[in-house]
């Protein structure tokens, strides 16, 4: 499994000082995040998309560029790559050009996203969101994996004899994960295409999720592409820790209270009750986290959200030495324990690329056989 963090993003005061950091912090803030993700351990950042304040990633592969030239091991993704607004030829480019830059540590999360005026901002009709979505998505695996592209819908200008640059590092797309909170179709269109579908898990119930995730894993097996058992799924999760967890609870509960999307609601008491977000000791999360397998099946990735609701750098710091040192190495450790020989491990680059060369492996050799003949 692959274990790591995702950032919103949010430029939100700190409810206990009363500051509100500027945009240059807090882009310079989630950067020093990302640095020390690969400093304990982790495996992934993810950054999200966003246009609108109070978010600052408007630029995902500017700011993962950037992440890839001060780390070695991580592999950088989205936590929303905006299918539905951005068009797929530049999304085809950009991509390929960072997993270039960052030798293949690159993958991507597709996602309609959660602000309804985006859509207008870059000419488009959020009523169209899902016919957005599949069209939008079916040209960008074409440009990954056809040279020249023919290609003609209803949502941009045709292409004519198109190719994409730079290609795919190795002839090998970056991988895609599919992200979806509410929508079925988006489900049913990770499983056609056979590739992960990550579920946020965190707003909702685990009833909701489980509906949607065991939709994925019959749709993926029915199109032929392995077992249920064998689908790639991400989960969301969000957590608050110390080793006392009545300290945690205290700490947290004033940034829970004034957070810019639950804030003002249900209690933290009811939140935690009713969703995954979990604030407590180590041992606490640890014990949550075993939880998502057996309500979901074994899965491949799990991020955390750590740094929003006006947490300060300095605090977020010490979420992820305790997410490294604690946490991590015991749910690496338990989520092995008992896991079937079948599930596949999460898709990275070098993985992918053997497989692709497998593939290829008994063509190839019968052509040198037919030539040496």
């Known amino acids: 499994m692959q274990f790591g963090i995702f950032s919103v993003g949010d430029v939100t005061m700190d409810p206990t ?38 978010f600052v990633p408007s630029s995902p592969t500017t700011m993962l560029g950037y992440i890839a030239a001060k780390t070695e091991r ?23 050009m960072l997993q270039h830059l960052a030798d293949g540590r690159v993958d991507l999360m597709m996602g309609r996203g959660n602000t309804g005026p985006v859509y207008p901002w ?23 994996r056809e040279d020249v592209v023919d290609w003609e819908g209803r949502f941009r200008t045709p292409l004519q004899g198109f190719t994409s640059t730079p290609r795919p590092l190795d002839g090998v797309p970056p991988f895609v994960w599919h992200g979806s909170i509410r929508s079925p179709e988006i489900a049913e269109q ?25 939709l994925y894993r019959q749709r993926y097996a029915h199109y032929g592409h392995g077992t249920p058992e064998q689908a790639i799924v991400g989960l969301g999760g969000q957590v608050f820790m110390r080793e006392k967890s009545q300290d945690a609870i205290r700490e947290f509960r004033p940034y829970f209270d004034n957070a810019p999307v639950y804030g003002h609601g249900p209690s933290l008491e009811d939140f935690m009750a009713e969703t995954p977000l979990t604030v407590g000791s180590p041992q606490q999360v640890i014990d ?51 896991r079937p020989a079948g599930v596949p491990d999460a898709p990275t680059h070098a993985s992918r690329l053997a497989a692709a060369r497998a593939k290829d492996a008994p063509v190839d050799d019968a052509l040198e056989k037919e030539v040496n003949r």
């Open 122 to 144: 870059f000419g488009q009709d959020i009523r169209q969101g899902i016919p957005l979505a599949v069209e939008n998505y079916a040209l960008l695996h074409k440009l990954w």
């Open 288 to 338: 949550r986290t075993l939880q998502f397998r057996e309500y979901f099946g074994d899965y491949q990735r799990q991020l955390f959200l750590m740094d929003h609701a006006g947490l300060p750098l300095k605090t977020v710091l010490e979420q992820l030495d305790l997410l490294g040192e604690e946490v991590v190495p015991v749910l690496r450790k338990e989520f092995a324990i008992g």
């Open 190 to 214: 990770a499983a056609y295409y056979g590739d992960g579908f990550f579920a946020n898990n965190i707003f909702w119930p685990k009833e909701h999720f489980v509906r949607l995730i065991t």
């Open 17 to 54: 000082t009363g500051r509100t950091p500027t945009e240059g912090e807090r882009i310079k803030a989630i950067m020093r995040i990302a640095l020390k993700a690969e400093e304990v351990g982790l495996d992934v950042f993810a950054t999200g998309e966003h246009h609108n304040p109070p």
């Open 74 to 96: 991580l592999v950088l993704s989205t936590a929303t790559t905006l299918i539905t607004t951005n068009d797929p030829v530049k999304i085809a480019e950009d991509y390929a």
